[in-house]
């Protein structure tokens, strides 16, 4: 693959990434809500799931997204009931004193890195967003091995550190919030925003 398509490819990447969407709503909410830990690990399974998709349209397999649409609807409700079961958790959650023993979610990475994986397959528009986009750059007739090494390396690189920079900025947000009154009301901005995160994923096709 020649330097030009892939750098312009990197840069349409880089502008998807950076548009705030669902899976970018919920790392936010989660690191203004736990801090960076659990937000990166949400930030892992969303970027998993981005290479899924891109594996897939290379495989030529994006046509499942017509196929199994049904499938891909009942994913797309399961991922917003999360957010919204996510959004009560947070406006519920309890007061933490400096020192305190981490949450649930700061404890099971696991889970978090599952909800982003979920959310990524409840989103069809990402799978298409790649069957559309890549033959515009890659010719598929002469595609090797280490192409598409190369494209997933980026893919990493854009969409996570995207998402990283976003995460940082969040979680220093909340350093600046230390009494019970502004924990309770950055517990209520993260839920809020995980509402908005749920309406987006049902929204989008």
């Known amino acids: 693959m020649t330097p030009g398509p892939f750098l312009t490819l990197t840069a349409t990447v880089a502008v998807a990434a950076i548009t705030p969407g669902p899976a970018?709503?919920?790392?936010?909410?989660?690191?203004?809500a736990d801090g960076p830990r659990p937000?990166?690990?949400?930030?892992?399974g969303v970027v998993t799931g981005d290479l899924l998709?891109?594996?897939?349209?290379?495989?030529?397999?994006a046509a499942a997204a017509h196929s199994l649409g049904e499938l891909f609807s009942v994913l797309r409700i399961l991922g917003a009931a999360y957010l919204l079961w996510q959004a009560f958790a947070l406006w519920r959650a309890p007061l933490r004193v400096e020192g305190a023993a981490p949450s649930g979610h700061e404890a099971l990475l696991r889970r978090?890195?599952?909800?982003?994986?979920l959310l990524m397959f409840g989103h069809v528009q990402?799978?298409?967003?790649?069957?559309?986009?890549?033959?515009g750059f890659v010719d598929f007739s002469s595609l090797t091995?280490?192409?598409?090494?190369?494209?997933?390396?980026?893919?990493?690189?854009?969409?996570?550190?995207?998402?990283s920079v976003y995460i940082l900025a969040a979680s220093r947000a909340r350093g600046f919030?230390?009494?019970?009154?502004?924990?309770?009301?950055?517990?209520?901005?993260?839920?809020?925003i995980m509402v908005v995160a749920a309406a987006l994923v049902l929204t989008r096709v």
Request: without cysteine.
């Open 53 to 61: 998709f891109f594996s897939a349209a290379v495989a030529g397999m």
């Open 145 to 163: 091995a280490s192409d598409v090494a190369m494209l997933a390396v980026m893919l990493i690189v854009v969409i996570g550190t995207v998402n």
């Open 24 to 32: 970018l709503a919920a790392m936010v909410a989660r690191a203004i």
């Open 112 to 117: 978090n890195f599952a909800a982003g994986l």
């Open 177 to 192: 919030f230390a009494d019970e009154r502004a924990q309770r009301t950055i517990h209520r901005i993260a839920a809020m």
């Open 126 to 135: 990402a799978m298409l967003f790649y069957a559309a986009l890549l033959p």
């Open 39 to 44: 937000a990166m690990a949400l930030n892992a």
